[in-house]
């Protein structure tokens, strides 16, 4: 079974830029879908981003900030979140269709 780990999480000022990394232990070749969700303290966690094959969808709160990439030669999925606001606040997930989910990245984001 393919495990997910995430990294690159952090605290950053508004307006600022992190990327986001989901190593997979073994080959992502074969998943169709991967995706980045995340959980704002206090809320349900939120869809944020998908990748599948050559589309790519996000939600609406960070339509044209974030930017859902993958390597499948590096087996890593990122996410590069850029002009980052407070309530971009969360620990965030990398989900794939198969491994499920990672153990997640805190990412706050002071103003």
């Known amino acids: 079974q393919v495990q997910l780990v995430e990294s690159g999480g952090g605290l950053v000022q508004a307006g600022g830029s992190l990327r986001l990394s989901c190593a997979a232990s073994?080959?992502?070749?074969?998943?169709?879908?991967m995706g980045w969700y995340r959980q704002p303290p206090g809320k349900q966690r939120e869809w944020v981003a998908h990748?599948?094959?050559?589309?790519?969808n996000y939600a609406d709160s960070v339509k044209g900030r974030f930017t859902i990439s993958r390597d499948n030669a590096k087996n890593t999925v990122y996410l590069q979140m850029n002009n980052l606001k407070p309530e971009d606040t969360a620990v965030y997930y990398c989900?794939?269709?198969?491994?499920?989910w990672g153990k997640g990245t805190l990412v706050t984001v002071s103003s």
């Open positions: 989900w794939g269709l198969g491994p499920g």
């Open positions: 990748s599948n094959g050559s589309r790519t």
């Open positions: 073994g080959s992502i070749v074969s998943i169709d879908a």
